[in-house]
C-alpha cells in the first residue's frame, strides 16, 4: 500500500521512541498499581504468572501493535481500516480508542493523588507521621475531600494536555527524554533504602517465595490484565506511538528494551515498598492506598526522607504524566488523522471530557463510596472494565487481526525493516513470534477469558 504521509509528525529520534513508549508503559501501573495487586493476589506466585503472561502474550503483541501503527502511519481505527477495508476491523481500533479513554478519566484521578501529595510533602506532613494508621488516616482525609481529590484530577488533567498540545517531538518526546532517566535513578535509590531497613527480608520474602495455594482462575485474568495495563496493550497506544517510528529502527528490539525497562521497574517498585510494608509492620493487604500510607511513613524514618519524599511523588506524577499523554495521543491521533481536526483543539477538547468522565471516579472515594454495582464502586467498573476485559479484548483481536486477517507472512515483510540483520543472525525469532502471534497468545487469552466468566 502507498503511504503519502509527508506530513504526519515522527520521533525525533530511535533513543526519543524508546523512552516515549518506555515512559507510556513505565507509570502508576508499575509503581502504584504493581505492588497493590501483588498485595492482594498473594505476592510471589502472582509474580510468576505475570511474567510469563508478559513473556508469552506481552512481547509478540507489543511487536503486533508498534507494527501496525508503523506499516499504516495511523491512529489505531484508521490503522485497522488501512489493512482490511473492514468495518468490523476499524471499530476494533474504535474500542481501542473508547478504552484509552475510559483509562484516561480513572487514571487521572489516582495521578492526581499523587500530585497532591507533592505539595503534602513540602508541608512537611510526612514528618508528624509516627505509625502507619496516621498515614493511612491522613490519606483517608484527603480523598474524602471531593475539592482537593477533584482539584488535582483537574491538574494533571491540563498538565497531560500541555505536552500533547504541544506535539510529538517537542511534547512527548523531550518531556519523556528528561524525566524517565531520573525517575529510574531515584528509585533505585529507593530500593537500597528499602532493603536496608528491617525486617526488610520478609518483604522480599513474600515477593519472592510462591504459594501457589493463593493461585485460582482470577489471579490468572488479573496477572493477564496486569500485564497488558502496565506495557500500555491492547488499545492501541503501542499503534499509535510506532505510527511516529522510522522504518530503519527494529521493531522487536525496541519491543525487547521496552518489555525491559517496564518489567525491571516494576520489581525494582515491589522491592521498594513491600521491604517498607514489612518494615513498618503495614498490611499487604491495603489496595489503592497501598503507597500513600507506607511511602510516608518510611520517608519520615529515612535520613534526608524530607527530600526524597518530595522527589518521589514528583516523579511518580512525572511517570503518571507519560502515561497519561500517550493515552489522550491515541484519541488526539483519531481525530487529527479521521476528523481532520487541530491537533490542538483534539488535546483540549477529549482531555477536558476524559476529566468529566473521570469525576464519578474520583467521587467513589468519598460521597459515591456507597454506591455499587456488584460490589464495586463506579471506579472500581471503569478499572475492571478497561484492565481486565478491554485490554485482554482488544489484544486478542490485535494478535488475531495481525496473524490470520492481515496475515502472517505481509507481517513479515513489514518486520524485517529494520531488522533484517537481526533475522538474519536469529532466525529462530521470525519463527518464535509466528508461533506466539499466531495460536499461543489469541489461545491463552481466550481461555483465561471463559474461566474468567466461569465457562470452565
Ligand atoms: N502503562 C501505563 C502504566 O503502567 C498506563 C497506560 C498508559 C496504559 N497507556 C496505556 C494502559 C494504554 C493501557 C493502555 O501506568
Same mark, same amino acid.
Given at each position: 500500500m502507498s503511504i *503519502?504521509?509527508?506530513?504526519?509528525?515522527?520521533?525525533? !529520534?530511535?533513543? #526519543?521512541?524508546?523512552?516515549?513508549?518506555?515512559? @507510556?508503559?513505565?507509570?502508576?501501573?508499575?509503581?502504584?498499581?504493581?505492588? %497493590?495487586?501483588?498485595?492482594?493476589?498473594?505476592?510471589?506466585a502472582f509474580i510468576i504468572i505475570y511474567l510469563i503472561c508478559t513473556a508469552v502474550i506481552g512481547l509478540p503483541v507489543i511487536i503486533a501493535e508498534i507494527l501496525l501503527g508503523r506499516t499504516t502511519q495511523r491512529n489505531p481505527v484508521g490503522a485497522f481500516?488501512?489493512?482490511?477495508?473492514?468495518k468490523f476491523w476499524a471499530s476494533i481500533g474504535g474500542m481501542g480508542v473508547f478504552a484509552g479513554f475510559v483509562i484516561l478519566?480513572?487514571?487521572?484521578?489516582?495521578?492526581?493523588?499523587? &500530585?497532591?501529595y507533592i505539595f503534602e510533602a513540602i508541608n512537611g506532613v510526612f514528618n508528624d507521621f509516627q505509625t502507619p494508621q496516621a498515614a493511612g488516616q491522613h490519606f483517608?482525609?484527603?480523598? @474524602?475531600?471531593? %475539592?482537593?481529590?477533584?482539584?488535582? *484530577? &483537574?491538574? &494533571?488533567?491540563?498538565? !497531560?494536555?500541555?505536552?500533547?498540545?504541544?506535539?510529538? *517531538?517537542?511534547?512527548?518526546? *523531550? #518531556? @519523556?527524554?528528561?524525566m524517565m532517566p531520573v525517575l529510574f535513578v531515584l528509585l533505585f535509590i529507593l530500593m537500597i533504602r528499602g532493603l536496608t531497613l528491617p525486617n526488610a527480608e520478609k518483604g522480599i520474602e513474600f515477593l519472592f517465595n510462591a504459594d501457589w495455594s493463593l493461585v485460582n482462575g482470577q489471579t490468572v485474568l488479573m496477572a493477564l490484565g496486569q500485564a497488558f495495563f502496565t506495557l500500555s496493550l491492547g488499545m492501541g497506544a503501542m499503534m499509535t506511538y510506532g505510527s511516529y517510528m522510522s522504518k530503519k529502527n527494529s521493531i522487536p528490539t525496541s519491543a525487547i528494551q521496552i518489555i525491559f525497562l517496564d518489567t525491571l521497574i516494576a520489581l525494582v517498585a515491589g522491592v521498594a515498598i513491600f521491604t517498607a510494608v514489612f518494615a513498618t509492620g503495614q498490611d499487604t493487604n491495603a489496595g489503592p492506598g497501598l503507597i500513600f500510607h507506607t511511602l510516608p511513613v518510611v520517608f519520615n524514618k529515612m535520613p534526608g526522607g524530607y527530600i526524597f519524599s518530595i522527589l518521589f511523588f514528583i516523579l511518580l506524577t512525572i511517570a503518571a504524566i507519560t502515561s497519561a499523554i500517550s493515552l489522550l495521543e491515541v484519541i488526539t491521533a483519531y481525530f487529527v488523522d479521521e476528523r481532520k481536526w487541530s491537533r490542538k483543539k483534539a488535546a483540549i477538547v477529549f482531555g477536558i471530557v476524559a476529566f468529566v468522565f473521570g469525576v464519578p471516579s474520583a467521587l467513589s472515594f468519598n460521597v459515591?463510596?456507597?454506591?455499587?454495582?456488584?460490589?464495586?464502586?463506579? %471506579?472500581?467498573?471503569?478499572?475492571?472494565?478497561? !484492565?481486565?476485559?478491554?485490554?485482554?479484548?482488544? #489484544?486478542?483481536?490485535?494478535?488475531?487481526?495481525?496473524?490470520?486477517?492481515?496475515? &502472517?507472512? =505481509?507481517?513479515?515483510?513489514?518486520? =524485517?525493516?529494520?531488522?533484517?540483520?537481526?533475522f538474519a543472525k536469529y532466525p529462530w525469532m521470525l519463527l518464535g513470534w509466528k508461533i506466539l502471534i499466531k495460536y499461543l497468545a489469541p489461545i491463552l487469552i481466550f481461555l483465561v477469558f471463559l474461566n474468567s466468566i466461569g465457562l470452565f
Open positions: *503519502q504521509n509527508s506530513n504526519r509528525e515522527n520521533w525525533g !529520534s530511535k533513543l #526519543g521512541f524508546i523512552l516515549a513508549a518506555a515512559g @507510556s508503559a513505565i507509570g502508576l501501573g508499575n509503581i502504584w498499581k504493581f505492588p %497493590y495487586v501483588v498485595g492482594e493476589n498473594g505476592g510471589a481500516y488501512a489493512l482490511s477495508k473492514s478519566s480513572f487514571y487521572s484521578v489516582v495521578a492526581g493523588w499523587s &500530585f497532591g483517608e482525609a484527603l480523598v @474524602s475531600n471531593v %475539592y482537593w481529590i477533584v482539584g488535582f *484530577q &483537574f491538574l &494533571f488533567t491540563l498538565v !497531560s494536555i500541555f505536552f500533547v498540545y504541544r506535539g510529538v *517531538q517537542k511534547g512527548i518526546e *523531550q #518531556g @519523556s527524554k528528561i459515591l463510596s456507597d454506591t455499587t454495582l456488584f460490589g464495586l464502586t463506579y %471506579y472500581g467498573i471503569v478499572d475492571y472494565l478497561a !484492565s481486565n476485559i478491554l485490554l485482554p479484548l482488544g #489484544g486478542f483481536f490485535i494478535a488475531v487481526f495481525v496473524a490470520w486477517r492481515w496475515g &502472517f507472512d =505481509k507481517a513479515i515483510v513489514n518486520l =524485517k525493516d529494520g531488522a533484517g540483520e537481526l
